[in-house]
């Protein structure tokens, strides 16, 4: 008799384990998404509203479909978390990693802060995988960046079937008074190893605040219709200017200020920070790099000193001699960063934001 009931007691334990295995999906669409500029976009994952789509420079635009900064939250007592997610173009770069471009980013909150998980590894277009597993079943809040350089078509989010999945109870990263970010492929997230570790996201829970990420690769060009995209979100904690990889000489000179202008004329409290081109680690041996990024730099400073001399009190300025270090480890390819570069980046900015604006 006892054997009996032993061996239907392990029956049912096998069934029961067999039941928690089983993966049920849920549409990320349910719950909320940080890092957008407006709600009023074409599709739900995409960062540009879609009255600019006739408006701004094609590139702009088709970079405005990656997801970069942008992040999904929600709480589960799941032992496991997957996913289904479908990237809209599938991109490849030979400097960067495809968990980067078009993978996901797992974070949980612990105690204060917000720690890491595991990334979801792409594996073409169409993506499904257990990010992790075999946790202990308690209530986590959960934060999941999306690719830096693709798109979503689709995502799903799937937990153990006897689990819950709901909406985050914790308002963290706080959404009242965003940071904006303005700039480049450096901006965008090129080449973090995994979307946690652009500079935007990594200062997102630094400053345990959305930040809105308009890196455009190759395109930060001082585009007066994004000035004008940034100025409506005149609830803005301060407005963050990284564009100087990207223009030239004249563009400095005829397009920054009136790109200043736009942002402070709807905006006359908002801090303005411009930031200096990082110093490339290969400009000890090119000449003529270290000569333009040098000059691009001085340009920038003269027309930040021409604002501040306008009597504008809320305009900063950061210089790049120390955001990436200077041991010349921090890039993939001299330009773009890496985890490392990111990472320097990011705690020099947190610093500076902290002390203009997130006075402690």
């Keep these: ?19 928690g295995a089983q993966t049920i999906y849920y549409t990320a669409d349910q719950f909320p998404l940080i890092g957008k500029t407006s709600e009023e976009t074409e599709t739900r994952y995409e960062r ?55 993978g996901l980013d797992l974070y949980t909150w612990i105690g204060d802060h917000w720690q890491p998980v595991k ?22 809040e959960y934060l999941l960046y999306l690719p830096l350089y693709d798109g979503i078509v689709s995502l799903e989010i799937g937990i153990d079937s006897a689990a819950y999945i709901q909406n985050p109870r914790l308002p963290y990263p706080k959404t009242d008074h965003p940071v904006l970010v303005y700039g480049t492929s450096i901006t965008q997230g090129g080449c973090a190893s995994r979307p946690g570790m652009s500079y935007t996201n990594i200062l997102e829970r630094k400053l345990n605040r959305e930040v809105i990420n ?19 979100r005149n609830d803005a ?8 990889p990207n223009v030239n000489a004249q563009q400095i000179r005829d397009k920054t200020a009136r790109f200043f202008a736009i942002l402070r004329e709807k905006n006359p409290q908002i801090p303005i920070l411009f930031v200096e081109s990082v110093l490339f680690t290969h400009m000890p041996y090119d000449k003529t790099m270290r000569e333009t ?16 001399k306008q ?12 955001l990436i270090g200077t041991d010349g480890e921090s890039t993939v390819d001299g ?20 002390e203009i604006v997130f006075k402690k």
């Design 48 to 102: 540009l509203p879609a009255y600019l789509k006739d408006i701004c420079r094609p590139p702009v635009w088709n970079l405005g479909k990656n997801t970069s900064g942008l992040a999904v939250r929600f709480r589960s007592n799941s032992t496991s978390i997957s996913a289904k997610w479908e990237a809209s173009g599938n991109n490849q770069m030979n400097h960067m990693t495809e968990t980067g471009i078009k």
């Design 1 to 19: 008799m006892n054997r009996i009931i032993i061996f239907f007691i392990g029956l049912l334990l096998l069934c029961t384990s067999r039941m």
């Design 311 to 322: 009597g504008d009190k809320n305009v900063y300025y950061l210089e790049s001699s120390s």
């Design 214 to 232: 308009l890196g455009f690769s190759g395109n930060g060009q001082l585009d007066y219709e994004i000035a004008e995209l940034m100025a409506s």
């Design 119 to 140: 990334a979801a590894l792409p594996s073409g277009k169409k993506n499904e995988q257990t990010i992790i597993s075999n946790m202990i079943p308690s209530e986590r």
């Design 237 to 244: 904690s301060v407005f963050v200017l990284d564009f100087i």
């Design 335 to 354: 330009i773009h960063l890496t985890d490392l570069g990111f990472s320097r980046f990011a705690v020099i900015l947190e610093d500076k934001l902290t």
């Design 293 to 308: 990024v040098l000059e691009k730099n001085r340009l920038l400073k003269e027309e930040y000193q021409k604002i501040k």
